[in-house]
Protein backbone atom coordinates (compact mmCIF):
# COMPACT_ATOMS: atom_id res chain seq x y z
CA UNK A 1 0.00 0.00 0.00
CA UNK A 2 1.68 3.36 -1.08
CA UNK A 3 1.29 6.67 1.36
CA UNK A 4 -1.55 7.79 -0.90
CA UNK A 5 -3.36 4.52 -0.91
CA UNK A 6 -3.30 4.83 3.12
CA UNK A 7 -3.70 8.63 3.42
CA UNK A 8 -7.30 8.22 0.80
CA UNK A 9 -8.24 5.03 3.09
CA UNK A 10 -7.59 7.32 6.12
CA UNK A 11 -9.56 9.82 4.57
CA UNK A 12 -12.63 8.02 4.05
CA UNK A 13 -12.46 6.25 7.49
CA UNK A 14 -12.71 9.53 8.85
CA UNK A 15 -15.76 10.46 6.40
CA UNK A 16 -17.64 7.49 7.94
CA UNK A 17 -17.26 8.35 11.77
CA UNK A 18 -19.13 11.49 10.77
CA UNK A 19 -21.95 9.18 10.09
CA UNK A 20 -24.41 8.42 13.12
CA UNK A 21 -25.16 5.29 11.75
CA UNK A 22 -22.90 2.73 9.49
CA UNK A 23 -23.88 -0.78 8.64
CA UNK A 24 -22.49 -3.42 6.19
CA UNK A 25 -24.34 -5.51 3.70
CA UNK A 26 -23.53 -8.94 6.10
CA UNK A 27 -25.44 -6.91 8.86
CA UNK A 28 -28.18 -5.53 6.92
CA UNK A 29 -30.90 -6.50 9.76
CA UNK A 30 -28.73 -4.39 12.46
CA UNK A 31 -28.79 -1.94 10.11
CA UNK A 32 -32.14 -1.74 9.43
CA UNK A 33 -33.51 -1.87 12.51
CA UNK A 34 -30.59 0.85 14.06
CA UNK A 35 -32.05 2.96 10.93
CA UNK A 36 -35.19 2.59 12.02
CA UNK A 37 -35.03 2.88 15.78
CA UNK A 38 -33.23 6.51 15.31
CA UNK A 39 -35.93 7.43 12.96
CA UNK A 40 -39.02 6.14 15.21
CA UNK A 41 -40.19 3.64 13.30
CA UNK A 42 -40.85 0.30 13.64
CA UNK A 43 -37.84 -1.87 13.93
CA UNK A 44 -39.53 -4.76 11.64
CA UNK A 45 -36.86 -7.79 11.32
CA UNK A 46 -35.36 -7.90 7.50
CA UNK A 47 -35.21 -11.71 6.59
CA UNK A 48 -31.97 -12.17 4.18
CA UNK A 49 -32.96 -12.61 0.48
CA UNK A 50 -30.67 -14.37 -2.45
CA UNK A 51 -28.23 -15.44 0.38
CA UNK A 52 -25.30 -17.25 -1.77
CA UNK A 53 -24.99 -20.49 -0.03
CA UNK A 54 -21.93 -22.04 -2.12
CA UNK A 55 -19.06 -20.19 -3.45
CA UNK A 56 -16.83 -20.76 -6.63
CA UNK A 57 -13.64 -22.23 -6.09
CA UNK A 58 -10.98 -19.34 -6.34
CA UNK A 59 -7.06 -20.49 -6.67
CA UNK A 60 -4.69 -19.22 -4.40
CA UNK A 61 -3.23 -17.03 -7.49
CA UNK A 62 -6.31 -15.28 -7.95
CA UNK A 63 -7.08 -14.55 -4.26
CA UNK A 64 -3.57 -12.93 -4.12
CA UNK A 65 -4.60 -11.13 -7.19
CA UNK A 66 -7.75 -10.07 -5.57
CA UNK A 67 -5.86 -9.19 -2.07
CA UNK A 68 -3.55 -6.58 -3.91
CA UNK A 69 -6.24 -5.05 -6.10
CA UNK A 70 -8.31 -4.50 -3.04
CA UNK A 71 -6.54 -3.70 -0.70
CA UNK A 72 -7.52 -0.41 0.59
CA UNK A 73 -11.16 -1.24 -0.26
CA UNK A 74 -10.60 -4.72 2.37
CA UNK A 75 -9.12 -1.70 5.03
CA UNK A 76 -12.49 0.84 4.35
CA UNK A 77 -14.92 -1.66 4.52
CA UNK A 78 -12.97 -3.57 7.86
CA UNK A 79 -13.25 -0.03 9.76
CA UNK A 80 -16.94 0.10 8.63
CA UNK A 81 -17.47 -3.03 10.23
CA UNK A 82 -16.03 -2.18 13.24
CA UNK A 83 -18.14 0.89 13.61
CA UNK A 84 -21.20 -0.80 12.26
CA UNK A 85 -20.30 -2.81 15.95
CA UNK A 86 -20.46 0.04 18.20
CA UNK A 87 -24.25 0.97 19.21
Known sequence: QTAT???LTGNKQSRLERFEIV????RHGT??????????WPA?????KNVTRDSA?????????????TELDL???????SL???A
Open 5 to 7: GRG
Open 23 to 26: GVTE
Open 31 to 40: FASRVATAAG
Open 44 to 48: DPVAP
Open 57 to 69: HVGKRLRREIAEE
Open 75 to 81: ALWEHAR
Open 84 to 86: SDT
